[in-house]
């Protein structure tokens, strides 16, 4: 399974929501590069870049940002936030992202999230799944449409969807536990080609020897690390003595 830390940006620095409320920030790091380092120095190998401000506006806003990271680390990039339109798409790509990750264009505009993973190749376009309730969020977690979390992702297989991000925003930033239930019944229920990473309340080691032990493809790590419930060492420990990476 593959440990990937998160990065969260608003207003330029690195923050964790609570819930995906954004009047309910911490504020970590006021230099995303310095973050970015830590992890690869830790021997991480992948980042979970999530523009926060560009989910928000409906258009990626920290760019820049994105590109200083892809220019000063070698970390593999997945970026995610505001990705509205093919052009915002292309220039998330150019500036050094490998993977994009995407959740109300599938929703809103199926038509145009097919063109993506015709075009780009299923292997960068993850989709996200960001559910409260069981019932599908979107806009940054600011608005819940009618889709029911399994049917839905049972319809974006069929689409092409090979890799999946779900995310519980109830257990977001909590440092609470994952959904673990949820998970274990997504693994039973769908296609073992459709790889599920777990995103949302991972707070110990232990979350992450089950999510693994359950059949989830990858972990999104944020809080747990910077509130030091897993340290970097320890993760890197943790793959050292298990069947898991942090690559």
Same mark, same amino acid.
């Given at each position: 399974?593959?440990?990937?830390?998160?990065?969260?940006?608003?207003?330029?620095?690195?923050?964790?929501?609570?819930?995906?409320?954004?009047?309910?920030?911490?504020?970590?790091?006021?230099?995303?590069?310095?973050?970015?380092?830590?992890?690869?120095?830790?021997?991480?190998?992948?980042?979970?870049?999530?523009?926060?401000?560009?989910?928000?506006?409906?258009?990626?806003?920290?760019?820049?940002?994105?590109?200083?990271? $892809?220019?000063?680390?070698?970390?593999? +990039?997945? %970026?995610? &936030?505001?990705?509205?339109?093919?052009?915002? *798409?292309?220039?998330? !790509?150019?500036?050094?992202?490998?993977?994009?990750?995407?959740?109300?264009?599938?929703?809103?505009?199926?038509?145009?999230?097919?063109?993506?993973?015709?075009?780009?190749?299923?292997?960068?376009?993850?989709?996200? $799944?960001?559910?409260?309730?069981?019932? +599908?969020? %979107?806009? &940054?977690?600011?608005?819940?449409?009618?889709? *029911?979390?399994?049917? !839905?992702?049972?319809?974006?297989?069929?689409?092409?969807?090979?890799?999946?991000?779900?995310?519980?925003?109830?257990?977001?930033?909590?440092?609470?536990?994952?959904?673990?239930?949820?998970?274990?019944?997504?693994? $039973?229920?769908?296609?073992?080609?459709?790889?599920?990473?777990?995103?949302?309340?991972?707070?110990?080691?232990?979350?992450?020897?089950?999510?693994?032990?359950?059949?989830?493809?990858?972990?999104?790590?944020?809080?747990?690390?910077?509130?030091?419930?897993?340290?970097?060492?320890?993760?890197?420990?943790?793959?050292?003595?298990?069947?898991?990476?942090?690559?």
């Amino acid at each position: 399974m593959n440990i990937i830390p998160a990065l969260d940006l608003l207003d330029g620095q690195c923050v964790r929501l609570q819930k995906g409320d954004f009047t309910r920030k911490i504020i970590y790091h006021q230099d995303p590069l310095e973050a970015a380092k830590s992890f690869e120095s830790a021997g991480i190998k992948y980042l979970h870049l999530v523009d926060l401000d560009g989910a928000r506006a409906g258009a990626p806003v920290n760019i820049k940002i994105l590109e200083k990271l $892809a220019a000063s680390t070698d970390l593999q +990039i997945d %970026f995610g &936030g505001g990705l509205r339109t093919t052009a915002a *798409l292309q220039s998330v !790509f150019d500036a050094g992202a490998r993977q994009v990750t995407v959740g109300s264009i599938a929703l809103q505009r199926s038509e145009l999230f097919a063109a993506w993973l015709s075009e780009f190749g299923a292997e960068r376009i993850v989709l996200a $799944a960001d559910c409260r309730n069981g019932v +599908i969020a %979107f806009q &940054g977690w600011q608005n819940d449409s009618e889709k *029911l979390l399994l049917p !839905f992702l049972q319809q974006q297989y069929q689409s092409g969807v090979r890799r999946c991000m779900v995310t519980d925003i109830e257990k977001d930033g909590m440092l609470e536990g994952p959904s673990f239930e949820m998970y274990q019944t997504l693994i $039973a229920s769908l296609p073992p080609s459709l790889k599920i990473v777990a995103s949302g309340g991972v707070s110990s080691l232990a979350d992450l020897h089950q999510l693994g032990a359950i059949g989830c493809e990858s972990a999104i790590v944020g809080k747990a690390i910077y509130e030091g419930n897993i340290t970097l060492e320890q993760l890197r420990n943790y793959a050292e003595k298990t069947n898991y990476s942090v690559s």
